[in-house]
């Protein structure tokens, strides 16, 4: 007969209730009167940790000039950082241990759309004010987020319309397999539909896919004239080069990519990618004084060889954003904040940009971008005026039945 | 009644206990119940008491991995499986539950009307009622377990093999998961889930209710599979996994031994992922592939898989490790994860539990030299 060992059970039981005590560090939500908390989550481990810690310097970046510069509202910001590790439940678990366990004033963070929803439902229940700094998929405009990348109407769109200009009709989809990519071609081909394009093929490949031959040989021959690239991370990497050995090269196919950025060119390589498209709201290059002095800042907190990207220029200006909001409402407090919100606006190394307080989205002007030789992305077309926010599309008619 | 039966397991452990040594068991399983119950919901706040919920829908699973490795052999790589297939059933009822609330859904969570379907898939209607989805919870995993163990071990696939196949069905259950995204949520998996049966599933006192229930869940299951191990079948199921043909040769059959262990096992993984969804309001993909898969049975390792407390305790401890070291450094924190799994590995084989056993070992032996002659 077998038995449970008893001394084996009791030692461990112990030690078991001993640690569950010890795990209670005692965080509690003091507001000293001389700092404010606020939390930065991103993922510092995992896959999405070459991409989120850029973004995670951008803001640390701006807390430093806002201390040295005085603070918000005379108190210093006290960053306290936490890692999602690439983990949608851990993202809500450090949500909620910032809000809780901390009291935190507001939160930066956040990638992926997976992070985004998964922190979304905390921030509602704990009443929080998450700064999301990335253009994603849009149909979404919690009162708890504020979204400081660009929404569809600011990208995709915009980037449909400068291929249909420029005399593109045939496209061919290739995008990783989440909801970002395939929110994105469903909106594309409503799009093509209405404007007399054809979508030639739409491919979906996992997270991490680097099998991209077939894709690549399709692309060859088939006689699509351009390809709308929603791949995100390393996938890149091999999909660009393999379609560079399939003997597709810019001229005669060109890629826009929606999540290829200064960061992932170099990665890439720049031999595989100069020429190709991308779409975004901000370049390093973007010239604009307050660009100027946001590059010179960030090359001397982290070197020189360091490049400036969207994202990371859009968390560093949700920064601000959220001193300004803080300021016109005079307190910390959430729902003071959030009132405040509509029309802030901020000289911002992209131009200027302005809150629009029904959708919490920002008001940005739309690039298209070229990627030369160095690595650099080189406007080729931009909207002139700010887009207004629309996430929902509700001001397209083909877009409907969305 | 005089307890001589040693383990197998622990030569050093004394043939002979005290009465004492004999309550020693129940009374520390009283008391740690009662710390649980009456002392961490007043000392810990709401955030602190929810992480402890967590750790221990993390046990449940281990006490189901200790069931079926520790005691049937089997390396189940694959728990993330169960562990999902419990978790996506409540989050259905949960995701159900909130879009019934609220009338600007159209009757679809919002993934399918993104993609394009307006009427509730006939998949996901059942769901609406909670009772069947806790019992699709903790059924589904075991009959899926049941018919694979069956089938596999009836044609004698074992070890490496079994461990390849579990690995195997996680990626695959990943992808399908990933690639269903009009029925799952893609890999946003399913999440927002604002109430519980009608209550605010981030108010302070929902979160103590669910800590409680998942501690009476926890303890039930430990007790269960107590019962279980100390039966005749947890003898033959100890027999099988260390001499199957010597089973077989005495005419027993060997197949319905571990796939009743392996379905117990994914049962309570199911029970696990169930309570993962209401503790922390998420279930997605990358929660149960196969990284996830390898950590539940790691965590056994370490606390030791042949004793069921030495499984829920590696469990609890891995967990709460993993949010200690990031918590304190946040990045770089899986260094230290790391290192933690390579010591206690290499200088304890079998587990945290396997220390204080031979602690106690030494500590009887000392008191009573004579009888560890064994």
């Given at each position: 007969m077998i038995t449970v060992r008893r001394g084996g059970v009791a030692v461990s039981l112990l030690a078991a209730a001993a640690l569950m005590l010890s795990g209670c560090s005692g965080g509690t939500a003091d507001d000293s009167e001389d700092t404010v908390k606020v939390g930065m989550l991103h993922s510092l481990s995992g896959t999405m940790a070459i991409s989120e810690v850029t973004v995670r310097d951008a803001v640390k970046l701006a807390i430093d000039e806002i201390n040295a510069d005085g603070g918000v509202l005379g108190r210093q910001i006290e960053p306290i950082e936490e890692d999602g590790a690439s983990e949608p439940a851990v993202f809500a678990e450090k949500a909620e241990k910032l809000l809780q366990s901390d009291g935190v004033a507001t939160v930066f963070g956040g990638w992926t759309s997976a992070s985004r929803q998964a922190m979304l439902?905390?921030?509602?229940?704990?009443?929080?004010?998450?700064?999301?700094?990335?253009?994603?998929?849009?149909?979404?405009?919690?009162?708890?987020?504020?979204?400081?990348?660009?929404?569809?109407?600011?990208?995709?769109?915009?980037?449909?319309?400068?291929?249909?200009?420029?005399?593109?009709?045939?496209?061919?989809?290739?995008?990783?397999?989440?909801?970002?990519?395939?929110?994105?071609?469903?909106?594309?081909?409503?799009?093509?539909?209405?404007?007399?394009?054809?979508?030639?093929?739409?491919?979906?490949?996992?997270?991490?896919?680097?099998?991209?031959?077939?894709?690549?040989?399709?692309?060859?021959?088939?006689?699509?004239?351009?390809?709308?690239?929603?791949?995100?991370?390393?996938?890149?990497?091999?999909?660009?080069?393999?379609?560079?050995?399939?003997?597709?090269?810019?001229e005669d196919v060109p890629v826009l990519s929606v999540s290829v950025a200064e960061e992932e060119v170099g990665g890439i390589g720049t031999d595989n990618i100069a020429g190709h498209l991308v779409a975004w709201n901000y370049y390093q290059t973007t010239d604009t004084p307050a660009n100027a002095e946001f590059v010179a800042a960030f090359q001397e907190?982290?070197?020189?060889?360091?490049?400036?990207?969207?994202?990371?220029?859009?968390?560093?200006?949700?920064?601000?954003?959220?001193?300004?909001?803080?300021?016109?409402?005079?307190?910390?407090?959430?729902?003071?904040?959030?009132?405040a919100l509509d029309g802030i606006t901020l000289d911002a190394p992209e131009g200027t940009i302005t809150i629009d307080g029904a959708t919490q989205h920002v008001y940005k002007i739309a690039r298209i971008g070229q990627i030369g030789e160095d690595g650099l992305i080189t406007e080729v077309w931009n909207s002139g005026e700010p887009i207004k926010p629309d996430p929902y599309l509700e001001g397209y008619d083909w877009a409907a039945d969305l | 009644m005089t307890?001589?039966?040693?383990?197998?397991?622990?030569?050093?452990?004394?043939?002979?206990?005290?009465?004492?040594?004999?309550?020693?068991?129940?009374?520390?399983?009283?008391?740690?119940?009662?710390?649980?119950?009456?002392?961490?919901?007043?000392?810990?706040?709401?955030?602190?008491?929810?992480?402890?919920?967590?750790?221990?829908?993390?046990?449940?699973?281990?006490?189901?991995?200790?069931?079926?490795?520790?005691?049937?052999?089997?390396?189940?790589?694959?728990?993330?499986?169960?562990?999902?297939?419990?978790?996506?059933?409540?989050?259905?009822?949960?995701?159900?539950?909130?879009?019934?609330?609220?009338?600007?859904?159209?009757?679809?969570?919002?993934?399918?009307?993104?993609?394009?379907?307006?009427?509730?898939?006939?998949?996901?209607?059942?769901?609406?009622?909670?009772?069947?989805?806790?019992a699709t919870a903790v059924l589904l995993p075991g009959l899926v377990a049941a018919l694979l163990g069956w089938a596999v071990f009836r044609q004698r696939v074992r070890g490496a093999y079994f461990a390849i196949l579990n690995q195997a069905l996680a990626a695959a259950f990943v992808i399908l998961l990933i690639n269903q995204q009009h029925l799952t949520g893609g890999t946003n998996g399913l999440t927002r889930f604002p109430t519980l049966f009608g209550a605010s599933l981030y108010s302070a006192d929902t979160k103590r209710w669910v800590y409680v229930a998942v501690v009476l869940v926890a303890a039930l299951v430990y007790l269960a599979f107590r019962q279980v191990v100390r039966s005749r079948y947890g003898a033959l199921l100890v027999a099988v996994r260390d001499g199957e043909d010597r089973v077989r040769f005495l005419g027993y059959d060997p197949t319905w031994v571990k796939t009743l262990a392996y379905t117990l096992s994914a049962m309570a993984?199911?029970?696990?992922?169930?309570?993962?969804?209401?503790?922390?309001?998420?279930?997605?993909?990358?929660?149960?592939?196969?990284?996830?898969?390898?950590?539940?049975?790691?965590?056994?390792?370490?606390?030791?898989?042949?004793?069921?407390?030495?499984?829920?305790?590696?469990?609890?401890?891995?967990?709460?490790?993993?949010?200690?070291?990031?918590?304190?450094?946040?990045?770089?924190?899986?260094?230290?994860?790391?290192?933690?799994?390579?010591?206690?590995?290499?200088f304890a084989p079998r587990g945290l539990a396997g220390i204080a056993e031979s602690a106690a070992g030494w500590w009887r032996s000392r008191r009573q030299p004579q009888g560890s002659s064994q």
């Open positions: 439902p905390v921030f509602e229940g704990n009443n929080g004010l998450l700064w999301y700094p990335v253009q994603y998929e849009g149909l979404e405009s919690s009162p708890n987020i504020v979204y400081t990348g660009a929404t569809t109407n600011q990208q995709i769109i915009p980037a449909l319309d400068y291929l249909r200009e420029q005399g593109y009709t045939k496209l061919y989809l290739v995008g990783s397999d989440y909801v970002f990519p395939r929110t994105a071609n469903q909106i594309i081909t409503a799009y093509a539909k209405a404007h007399d394009m054809e979508i030639v093929a739409e491919e979906y490949t996992p997270l991490g896919h680097t099998e991209y031959s077939t894709i690549a040989n399709a692309i060859a021959s088939s006689d699509a004239d351009a390809v709308f690239n929603t791949l995100n991370g390393d996938s890149n990497v091999s999909f660009f080069q393999q379609l560079r050995s399939a003997g597709v090269g810019p907190a982290y070197g020189e060889d360091r490049v400036t990207s969207d994202p990371m220029q859009s968390a560093y200006n949700a920064v601000y954003l959220w001193k300004a909001a803080v300021e016109k409402a005079g307190s910390f407090e959430v729902d003071a904040v959030r009132e | 307890s001589t039966s040693a383990s197998s397991l622990s030569p050093a452990a004394a043939p002979a206990r005290s009465r004492a040594g004999r309550l020693a068991g129940p009374a520390v399983f009283v008391g740690v119940l009662a710390v649980a119950l009456g002392v961490l919901p007043a000392v810990l706040e709401p955030f602190r008491l929810n992480l402890v919920a967590q750790y221990l829908c993390f046990a449940i699973v281990g006490l189901g991995i200790a069931v079926a490795w520790g005691r049937g052999g089997m390396l189940v790589l694959g728990q993330g499986v169960f562990f999902g297939l419990g978790g996506y059933a409540m989050g259905m009822y949960l995701t159900l539950e909130r879009v019934s609330s609220d009338p600007l859904s159209g009757g679809v969570p919002d993934f399918m009307s993104w993609s394009g379907i307006s009427e509730l898939p006939l998949l996901w209607r059942p769901f609406a009622h909670p009772a069947v989805a806790i993984a199911g029970v696990g992922g169930a309570l993962f969804v209401v503790v922390m309001g998420i279930i997605a993909p990358s929660s149960l592939g196969i990284v996830p898969s390898l950590m539940m049975v790691l965590a056994v390792a370490i606390g030791g898989r042949f004793s069921l407390a030495g499984a829920a305790l590696g469990a609890v401890l891995m967990n709460a490790a993993e949010t200690a070291f990031s918590e304190s450094f946040a990045g770089g924190w899986t260094y230290l994860q790391g290192a933690l799994f390579v010591l206690v590995i290499v």
